[in-house]
């Protein structure tokens, strides 16, 4: 029998699928029988959903420009090399 | 060529002009990625005049070593590597104890990783406005320890592969796989105080 430790155990794997055959129905059986992993089985997916591409803020544009400008700097003087 | 017809360029071959010494295919992967690296930088050393060094230093170094890059994984993946590491070295300058490593060890038992269990809605999400969801999120992973935020932010909000996460951090595989559980663990605990079903009590488990 899987234990709630043998569950959180698997949980990534699970949730990423990378979870098979046995093993993957053993621990779905246990997330039936067991509400407080099927609760964190549930909660943990939709924390990952959430996150899942969620946009980095735009870089500030003057940060961009200095960035743009260092670089050009720096092809700059790889030319005249 | 102009920058908006490489903007859909395979990145192959991107990074083949580039190495030609070519300025605006460089340009265009750097625009490709330099909102994800600041992002990474500004996570792993929390300060934003840091986190613009370290910006700079990884795309300079990156032009600078363009034909040490192999090509057999992907240039994201080895841009972040030196992100990652000029990110590291202002961290360790920054503290007295030069301690700063993402190999430090960490407790990996899973069990005290769960205080609360309640349930959530649906979608959850849906009762925040865009940017009240931004900020949640962004707080949430920002209260991650160090070693546990990078790997979260490559892994499960950049979407590179656990190998990927590995190789861009310098990290064994299990070290991958079980600070991400923990990441994961910790951000379902912190998130469930704005998204779980309203009236259901919280239980003790374990």
Known sequence: MLTCKDFLRELSDYLDENLAGEARTELEQHIAACPNCWVIADTTKKTIRVYKGMDPYP?????????????ERKMAAKQSK | MTVSDLAGSDETILVAQARQSDATAFSELVRRYENKIFRLALHITQNREDAEDVLQEAFL???????????????YTWIVRIAVNQALMKLRRRKTDKS???DEQFDTGEDTLVREIAAWDEDPEQQFSREELGRILESAVQSLEPPYRSVFVLRDIDDLSTEETAQALDLSIPAVKSRLLRARLQLREKLTRHFKRKGDDAFAYL
């Not at chain 1, 870089?59 to 670089?71: G, H, K, N, S, T």
């Open chain 1, 59 to 71: 870089i500030p544009p003057d940060v961009e420009a200095r960035l743009m400008q260092a670089l």
């Open chain 2, 61 to 75: 170094k990156a032009y600078e070593h363009l034909d040490q890059f192999q090509g057999n994984s992907k240039f």
């Open chain 2, 100 to 102: 700063v490593s993402m």
